[in-house]
């Protein structure tokens, strides 16, 4: 098997900790031969792991992609707002690309990227990487098999986890929709393209209530500062306490905002980013929670909840047939099948997964880079145009949310958009 050679644009979280690894794990696979990174610490800390020369370390997506650099494919994983021209650019140049979700905050350029892949004849794939996991897949197999006959509708909630919402969605990169994304879209397409994937019907029409209901000023301590360690006067009653957390369990999630990892280096973070900042205070105005409602083309029904006030990171979901019923938590990789006939329950129980997203890490760069190989020009088989299927029902989502709950319909949005 000939190793296939990639680029890395952003080697952030999840370029350099999610999908680069597979390059340590199976050298034999992957090779990186450069690097784009603008913070120069992690430029460097993925040029050490990976063995590149300085010559292959560039500060910009634009510096790198001006070089003939032969290489197969390329994986992006900039922050939102920054996928759209390196992914055009990087398919033109000739790369098969593997890109990070969401697509792009701007559904036109999401077509866009459809469009301009197909017109190169290159693979776009999007890091839905919930569709590669053994637990998801598993209940598409229950479900494509008829043990539950057709499915009536669906229940999936998203538990965010009170501290990954403080983390990442109100001091973090996607706090602020205006820079990022809107939560139902970089947090939850996940979920949108979960529902697709299982329903396998064309969504027809949505709508969608949240806000954002306490990470807000409104909330602050009176007289409390705009940085946790200036003197709090809530200090032992806040949850959210930068100091506490991040000094005390939340290590780990301070190893994401900074490379001194010593107690010295987190506090001069903490007085330095916007992770030091009261949650209260923070320029944040994404959701903290949010329902979408979802009606599709044979009259089956899906409901979607995402919260951040939640005491575990997880995935729940209830899928309602005629025959049967689907009860299933990711992280405990459980799975109950009930036949409505026998009233028998069935339980499967899934090896607990190494890879980060249940396994959805690591399988999608394994699966991307054996299609790159053998790409015909056909589309691929979770192509990106499958994908925009999942990021138009968060458009229409939002939509929705930001009429007070009006009735979207996908077809009259998608014309909008031409």
Known sequence: ?????????????????????????????????????????????????????????????EELLKEDIKADVAIICTLDRDHYEPTIKAIQKGYHVLLEKPMSPDPAECVSMVDVAKENKKLLTICHVLRYTPFWNTIKNIIDEGNIGEIVSIQLNENVEVMHMSHSFVRGNWNNSDVSSPMILQKSCHDMDILMYLMDQKCKQVSSFGSLMHFKESNAPVDGPLRCLDGCPIENECIFHAGHYYLGEGKGWAKKFTTDHTREGIIHALNTTPYGKCVYKSDNNVVDHQVVNLEFENGATATFSMCGFTREQTRIVQIMGTKGEIRGKMDENEISVFDFLTKSETIINLARQTSGHGGGDEAIVRDFLMEARNYRGEEGRHSSEISLESHLLAFCAESSRVQDGKVITIDSFVEGLR
Not at 13 to 29: F, M, S, T, V
Not at 33 to 55: M, T, Y
Request: hydrophobic share 40%; aromatic share 14%; proline share 5%.
């Open 1 to 61: 098997m000939k190793k296939t050679k990639a680029i890395l644009i952003g080697a952030g979280d999840r370029g350099a900790k999610a999908y680069a690894p597979y390059a340590i794990n199976y050298p034999h696979e992957l090779e990186f031969v450069a690097v784009a990174e603008l913070n120069p610490e992690k430029r460097e800390a993925f040029a050490k792991q990976f063995s590149l020369s300085e010559g292959q370390c560039y500060a910009t997506w």
